[in-house]
């Protein structure tokens, strides 16, 4: 059960600590720093885009990051099948990447929020949420201003159809306006999935839940 | 002799805040007039901001010497030793004037210029607290100023990755024209690896890192030592403009850079910038410094020595290096993508010279520019002692609950979730306790200890008696450290007062000072950082004085943590502390009967009792006894028992004590006191201990349903009180936008 894992660190990443720590903790194998401006990625059976301000959100967040020198490498792996997990600021750069489809916009109440909501799995079918149950509701913090997912409406039919909606906001929580209450999405292939909520930090009983263990213990199960 | 080309007029002196004594100490120390640039750079270092020089006199008596303290007042910060090699350093600092000319980018660089003085010292920063007083709510600017200086704390502490894990908040007329932004750090690092700003060593390369210079700021310091009047929107070109991106590429490159074993000694650039750091830095190590500004980075192009000298660019830093690491050091900033330029060196003759474009700008003695900078004493009238108010005396209201209903949402009472809701309080995954608990708790990385954090003052306290509320807000801090489990270990101060120049405004001082000073030692609460911000002042009224207590906690083990929510129905409520019924100064006096010029004593502060009862709770707390803890405060008993409920979803049923008026029970403010719960069957135990200990503990009540209820009064719905303690935020904010 040992999982080569690697968080990718842009200047201006602030959860890659959070991340580095989550991933040692769950997997029991410590995970490699990956830094922005190296070309090629190691052997890794998961890459994890971290939450943070990459370049500050200065043009749009997740823009630059985007166009960064690491980039060919991660789409290419992903082209070979890496599991690829992008959380907040990382969903965002996958999607500026054309990694995942849509945007993410401004919340919808125009302010930054910092809360804990509740997470319905729409698809547990998949490589990052099969250690849940389909429908199940999970406690999880979110923490951004710019979670607000958007997509034209042919693609939305796609995700929905084609069942690459892995992650809802439930119960009256989404925090950001989000469409149809997404909350995560994958990639056709489904090893490319994008989240705005803090898995990460929601894996001890200090973080008030241990909800967001199995998001993590899915992946390491996938790849096994 | 140095070519001036600049007139030094007495209008020029004045515009500089200089005082005509001052000037001819100026003239004395340097026997020629100075050149425009010199002028600055005294205007720099000799303004209130930076030389301290009407409180210094009474700082000296504060206690700042303890068994954990490894460094006092002096530094960037303060630092205290937790154990297993480990220390907390930190601090806090106003940014009152900046956030009412620009309340976003005031309040943002509020929070990078203390994250740097963190950091500085070697510590990765692992939480940020603030302590905000905005005017009252129906004056035009103030949802303006709430708006801008909760979202720029945000923006900030958000970016950088700090978590924001608590503070307070108030609303009051006296900050109508100028309010209050009191921003802490702390941050953690190893004992054998802290930095400090004392250059040493002759002919050593002082070295420029960070952000580009530029004319932003220019002035800053100066202006936050004035007061402010209707001229006040033409200084928006002094506040700094924050860019947190850059802060957290510094902070990553600094500690780097400090690990690599390249550094002799680092300085942030924050007030009076350039000139500030390099003075500083020399002064201490009794060392002359020279600069040359044609190597400074900058951001605009002609920039002239002045400019370069006064500006308050963000996000800079100052460092000795060791000459045979220069390319190492160098290389880690390319890899941050930061600017690092070596721009002068260490001298040994004591003299600040600068130079721009080969000419001597500057000469001036270092030491009489640094610590020691004019001093005063200043006279100080203080106000006669209050007398206090009898429960008798303090008219009774029968509806008692929608007194409770009321006072829930009243602007200084509700919850401030809607504020913390734009802080990202749980980045770095340590948050134990969040914002909304009595003390913020955060987890020492890989535990089990942890740390907490609590931010404490009632200025109306402060206003009626400086000595009895400059002793109440020290309590009150370590109170709520002590109501989580923390051992209280040290604090920082804030002390925001209006102009030191009135005798009266001094009394409040000096009276706060004493107040402070007897609690802390009384309490082994020494002082080890702080700031004091002056001439909070508008068109000549000043504010309630305000002396913002910061204090640190610790907690053997994060686990054991206590948390001020209920836990289950029928576990028995107990108060710990006696309950007078002081209702002097009280929210009840002030809000609810609307008398707002009482003038009556606050409570008053046995801090021996203060003590007593806290030192019991927390062996309670870390026996595991206990289920739930808070401190009793603004509002007193019934509120402290609501706050509990609502954050629980669980209610209460209340018997008062009939010794006392129910209106004094209920809403007296005494200090020294904790409601706690238990399980039934520890509750005889418990009142042994404390009986034996001699601790007033009494019963009051017990838990379970969704009301509270209080003999013989109606039951009061907590989805209602929960709807009017969380309503008045957000509405008040969003009747803004609709305008």
Known sequence: MSMKSGVVVFPGSNRERDMLYALENITGAKPQAIWHADTELPDLDLVVLCGGFSYGDYLRTGAIAARGHIMPAIAKAADKGVRILGICNGFQILCEAGLLPGVLMRNAGLKFVCKEVKLEVANADTDFTRKYKRGEVWRCPVAHGDGNYFTDPETLKRLEGEGRVGLRYAEGTNPNGSLNDIAGILNERGNVFGMMPHPENMIEPMNGATDGRALFESVLEAVA | ?739
């Open chain 2, 1 to 739: 002799m140095i070519p001036n080309d600049v007139a030094i007029t007495p209008e020029l002196i004045s515009e500089h805040g200089l005082k005509p004594d001052e000037y001819q100490r100026i003239l004395d120390l340097i026997g020629r007039e100075p050149t425009l640039t010199e002028l600055g750079i005294f205007s720099a270092m000799w303004n209130e901001h930076c030389s301290y020089k009407s409180s210094k006199k009474w700082l000296r008596t504060l206690p700042t010497t303890g068994p954990r303290v490894i460094c006092g007042p002096g530094e960037n910060a303060g630092v205290v030793d937790i154990g297993d090699g480990q220390a907390i350093i930190f601090k806090m600092e106003s940014h009152n004037h900046p956030s009412y000319i620009e309340p976003h980018e005031g309040a943002a660089t509020g929070v990078g210029g203390i994250l740097r003085d963190v950091f500085t010292m070697g510590a990765r920063p692992i939480a940020a607290l603030n302590a905000l007083r905005f005017g009252e709510p129906d004056h035009p600017r103030t949802r303006h100023i709430v708006s801008g200086v909760v979202a720029g704390i945000g923006g900030y502490g958000n970016s950088f990755g700090v978590p924001t894990v608590g503070g307070e908040v108030n609303f009051d007329p006296s900050y109508n024209g100028n309010c209050l932004v009191n921003a802490f750090a702390a941050g953690l690092a190893d004992t054998d690896k802290i930095f400090y700003s004392e250059a040493k060593g002759v002919g050593l390369p002082l070295v420029y890192l960070g952000s580009k210079t530029g004319r932003d700021g220019i002035h800053g310091a100066t202006m936050a030592s004035a007061e402010f009047d209707e001229d006040t929107e033409e200084k928006r070109p002094t506040v700094q403009i924050g860019d947190p991106f850059s802060e957290k590429l510094l902070l990553e490159a600094c500690l780097e850079l400090m690990a690599s074993g390249a550094v002799i000694a680092i300085q942030d650039m924050g007030a009076a910038g350039l000139t500030c750091s390099a003075v500083e830095m020399g002064a201490k190590g009794d060392l002359g410094v020279e600069l040359d500004l044609d190597k400074v980075p900058c951001r605009e192009e002609g920039m002239t020595a002045y400019e370069m000298m006064l500006s308050e660019s963000q996000e800079r830093m100052l460092m000795v290096l060791d000459p045979a690491r220069e390319r190492d050091a160098e290389a880690i900033f390319v890899k941050w993508g930061l600017d690092f330029a070596v721009v002068g060196r260490t001298t040994d003759d004591l003299r600040f010279r600068i130079r721009r474009h080969g000419q001597v700008m500057a000469d001036l003695p270092i030491k009489d520019l640094g610590d020691q900078a004019p001093e005063y004493d200043r006279p100080f009238v203080k106000a006669d002692r209050p007398k206090p108010l009898s429960p008798a005396d303090v008219p009774a209201r029968n509806d008692i609950s929608d007194v409770l209903v009321k006072m829930l949402g009243l602007p200084d009472m509700c919850s401030r979730r809607w504020i913390w809701e734009q802080y990202d309080h749980l980045i770095q995954g340590n948050t134990a306790i969040g914002p909304g608990g009595d003390a913020a708790v955060v987890r020492v990385e890989q535990g089990p200890k942890g740390l907490a954090f609590s931010l404490d003052v009632s200025p109306r306290y402060c206003a009626a008696d400086p000595l009895e509320g400059g002793k109440q807000a020290v309590a009150e801090c370590w109170r709520n450290l002590t109501s989580v489990g923390a051992e209280p270990l040290a604090v920082t101060d804030n002390l925001n007062f209006g102009n030191p120049e009135k005798p009266e405004i001094m009394g409040q001082f000096v009276g706060c000072i004493e107040g402070i000073g007897e609690a802390c030692r009384a309490l082994d609460f020494p002082v080890v950082s702080g700031n004091v911000s002056l001439y909070n002042e508008t068109n000549g009224k000043g504010i309630l004085p305000t002396p913002a207590i910061g204090g640190v906690g610790l907690l053997p083990d994060v686990s054991a943590r206590a948390t001020i929510a209920f836990k289950a129905a029928g576990e028995a409520i107990l108060l710990v502390g006696e309950t007078k019924g002081h209702l002097g100064q009280s929210i009840y006096v002030r809000d609810i009967l609307g008398k707002t010029d009482d003038r009556s004593a606050p409570p008053p502060v046995d801090l021996g009792l203060e003590r007593r009862n806290g030192d019991f709770v927390r062996d309670e707390i870390r026996a595991g006894n206990l289920t739930a803890v808070h401190d009793i405060s603004d509002g007193g008993l019934f509120v402290a028992v609501a706050e509990m409920a609502m954050a629980a979803g669980i209610g209460a049923s209340l018997t008062p004590d009939t010794a006392l008026p129910l209106h004094a029970w209920a809403f007296g403010e005494d200090q020294a006191r904790y409601l706690v719960t238990l399980l039934e069957k520890d509750v005889a135990a418990f009142l042994e201990r404390a009986g034996k200990a001699a601790i007033p503990a009494a019963r009051i009540g017990t838990t379970g349903g969704d009301e509270l209820t209080l003999n013989g009064a109606i039951p009061i719905s907590l989805a209602g009180i929960k709807a009017v303690h969380e309503g008045w935020l957000p509405a008040y904010m969003a009747a803004g936008a609709e305008l």
